[in-house]
């Protein structure tokens, strides 16, 4: 049985044939599956009235349990300063977060959920928990066991040793 990858690799190898495509079975994959079960997993979110991006943000305060500043939710979130910000105010506007000043330093702020953030994040979460399981019912538990470990291995070497990534 082929997928779209095999039909991709064999389209190069007969235009190109001394080009190793090996790596795209494995990237390749990991990239059309990564697009397609975001926007599978971005329209669940949307029933709930949230984008991926302010999930991502409500995730990171709610389960740190921790107030952060907005350049601390950029660097842990893998954001950009002006896309965090943008999706601050965002939700700021909706009711999700506050800021509040630094008692240490005026100058910088704190975010922190507020409870509206926690009452939707929950049913988001289970959500999105229920597709990912719907969606890796076809893989029996050996099988998922196997790749959980496999892309473990992999997840290391790309993140290298001092790196630490936060996927909601």
Known sequence: MNDSIDVVREQWHAILPDINTEPLAIVGRIRVLAHMIQARSDSVLAKHGITRAEFDILS???RTAKPMSPSEIATTSLTSQP???KRLKKLIA???VVRTVNPRDGRSAFVHPTDKAQEVLAPALNSISAYERELLSAMSPQSRDVLVRHLRELMIVV???AQTADIS
């Open 159 to 161: 993140e290298g040793p």
């Open 94 to 96: 909706s009711g999700f």
């Open 60 to 62: 990171l305060l709610v």
């Open 83 to 85: 896309g965090t910000t």
